[in-house]
Structure formats: C-alpha cells, structure tokens
C-alpha cells in the first residue's frame, strides 16, 4: 500500500483539554503538542485516514478529524472527494461501458453480462459487455466465470488458485490451507500470515470466518469440540473455484 503524509494537525496546547476529552481514541495518546494524521491508500484505491504516530495504524472517523484539525480548504476538498469515491466503490457496482463510455451500474452481480442502456438505445439493438473484461459480450449468458472473449478471465481466482499454502504459527493439526481465501461473504481476498488464530475478520464487509472451513466463526464455533487452535469439524475447505457474491440486499 501507498502511504500519503499530510499536513494534518490536531492542536493541544498545554493548558487546554486533554488530548481524549475532546478527541476520543480507543488507546491513550501519548503527550504530544501536536499529533499527525495520515491517508493511507491501498492498491484498490480505498483510502482512509489513520493515526500517523510511529507503529500506530487507528483510523480515525473523517467526521471527527475535519472537525478538530487544522484543516486547509484544499485539503477539506481533496479528503470529501476520496470519501465520495470510496462511498460510490462501496456501495456501487459501476464501470464505463466500452462502447459509450458512459457510467453503468451493474444490477444483477451474479452474471457477468451487463445490458447498457445507451448503447442500446443509439444502436437500436441490444447492446451487452462483460463486466471483466471490458469487450462487448460474446457466448451464452447469464455467466460468472467469464465471457467467450479470448483472454477473459479472473485474476482474483487466478490468486487463490497459484497462493502458496499457510504455514500456521500456532494452530496445530492443520497443513495445505491456501494462504489466500475469498472472504464467504463478500468476496474480498484476504491473506492470513499464519499467526494467532484461525479466524479472521473480513475488511470489507466486517464479518469474522474461519479461514480453515470457510464457515462464518459462529458456525464454525458451533461444535462442541470447537478450537481456536485446532482443526474444523468439517474440516479443510477444498481451493475457492468461485468468487462468493455479496448480496448486500440481504
């Protein structure tokens, strides 16, 4: 990821309020005059403000950040527009179409086929394009996997199909675990190192799974005999052929 350093000050003056009964933290801070606010940006583009003191990584809400800091008018308007792109990203699946290159949300993210409008309309005849590889779409649909176009095809499953396997630190009795996984939920690949448990929570939509049996952890706790450290019930979930779908309706 690609760290960004701003010029961002929260003041506190000696005299004034302590630092946490004006900002709240979820750990003391330490005695500064000034503390650093930094925008981390990952290679997805997701951006996120965060505590920029040495080996502290706390993100801090916007709304609290703009409210306290010492903010430019540059900076205000360089920090909405990455919170406004990171609110389309969220909660809208949009690309360009290929052949208008106009905005298209795609509605139904089980199928790969997205009808655009547009096009449709200037052509007089329906127009349709792969939402993976960006080409007008070829072969039959609905589809998940890919379009006919030569060279379509998913990185994501590419990742999790070439990951090395898990070496865990700590849980016991449990060898060739990929080290990548599909999040079951939303479809966020995440990577575990190995350390700690065998559950991890999912960055993307903040449910927990275990990454041994690929069930959510309430389900995979649900055995008598659960273990943190230990091998699943169901035990070792085959490699991810498919890309789970977040249905965000639900």
Known sequence: AMSVSLSVLLSSSPGEAGLNEFFPLPSPAPNHGFIHAKLTCGSTGECKLVCGQFNCNVEWPYEEVRKMALLTPEEKEYFEKIMAHNAVKNYFDSKFCPGCKFSVTRKDESNLSVRCQVCTTNKGRIYEF??????????????????DNDGCTNDSLKTLTACPALIFESVKGVTGCPSI???????????????????????????????????????CKSDPNYNYFGPCFSGLAPRQTVIPVWNRKK
Do not use: S, Y
């Open 130 to 147: 792969c939402w993976q590889c960006l080409r007008q779409w070829k072969g039959p649909q609905p589809r998940l996997d890919r379009c």
């Open 181 to 219: 996984r599909a999040c079951p939920t939303c479809g966020t690949l995440l990577e575990h190192n190995g350390k700690q448990c065998k559950n991890i929570m999912c960055r993307q939509c903040k449910v927990e799974f275990c990454f041994v049996c690929l069930k959510v952890t309430t389900k």
